[in-house]
């Protein structure tokens, strides 16, 4: 007959006192979240689950987090949740991801799915669309915490993780600017998308600060900005008098697809018009030239959108989330020979 598991068995796996063990398995609020996470497993891992398991409904904790994304087909995104993953894993929680598919709709479906599963936490990059946060306030009226991530919402209630777009896209600007461009073209999303309005203004201020003015034809609005839209694109740009001698494209895939039609159609790059993406994904060191691209560091958006969520669980009053609404990460213009016109 097998033995029967007791706290302290349960305190000599974990390495505290019976004590503390009896009072996490209760919920007593003096314990630590991580004491109790590491008593939960050392109980589970010995055969204490019944126990365990009523602890869990006690705490009211469910250990899931949820992730809402615009679409999981997605380089970047895959990206960021590969380093949310890594960190909700580290520290015991799961996470139920769901796509949006840049549906208002379908958002708020999802959001209202989230809240009735009872989730921890909740991590969103919002529909192109956004206009309204409504369906976040049951969230906040229970002291769930909301975060965003690079499409974020102006919000007091939540934090945002994003990097300075309006510094990148100017200097991605500025990088053509000096490189010789004199008609700049940039092409980007929907500018209802948070990040796609604040790059249009980084381009602005750039070709603004050295003196270069700006035709209404200088900016390329496309639905969706993607390997697809490049023959839209490259039709645009031959029909323009003078012809760009820049192209800033807000999207590596998007600029891959631009270069090859232009490269198909004769032209040099850079020497005729030079090209700077924006991601850094995969395919802008695979094509030749190589793309000239802005790093956006969505492993590292990742870990620091779940560790700043799965800290304020654990210790709320402490916390960043307490004390900021927004968290910029750093990104780098990485120059390759697509837009080196200098030599």
Known sequence: MEKEITIYDIAKQSGVSPTTVSRALN??????????????????????????????????????????????????????LAGMEKIANDAGYNLIITQSLESSEKEIANTLSMFKS????????LVSEAHQLE?????????IPVLFYDRVANSKDSVGVTID???????????????????????????????????????KYALVDKGLTIQEDQV????????????YVIDLLLKMSPLPDGLFVSNDACAASCMNQLIQKGFKVPEDIAIVGFNNEVISRLVHPKITTINYPGYEMGEVAMKNLINHLDEPETTLLQKTNKITLRSDLIIRESSLRLK
Request: glycine share 6%; aromatic share 6%.
């Open 27 to 80: 919920n007593h609020p003096a314990v630590k979240e991580k004491t109790k996470k590491k008593i939960f497993q050392a109980a589970s891992d010995l055969g204490y689950q019944s126990n365990v398991f009523a602890a869990n409904l006690r705490s009211k904790k469910t250990n899931n987090i949820g992730v809402i994304v615009p679409s999981l087909n997605s380089s970047f995104q895959a990206s960021v």
């Open 135 to 143: 369906h976040f306030e049951p969230f906040h009226k229970r002291g």
């Open 165 to 203: 777009n309006i510094q990148a896209a100017q200097i991605a600007t500025n990088h053509l600017i000096e490189q010789g461009c004199k008609k700049i073209v940039h092409v980007l999303g929907s500018t209802k998308i948070s990040v796609y309005a604040e790059r249009l203004k980084g381009f």
């Open 220 to 231: 390329i609005v496309l639905n969706e900005i993607n390997e697809h839209a490049a023959e």
């Open 118 to 125: 009872r989730v921890d936490g909740l991590i969103v990059s």
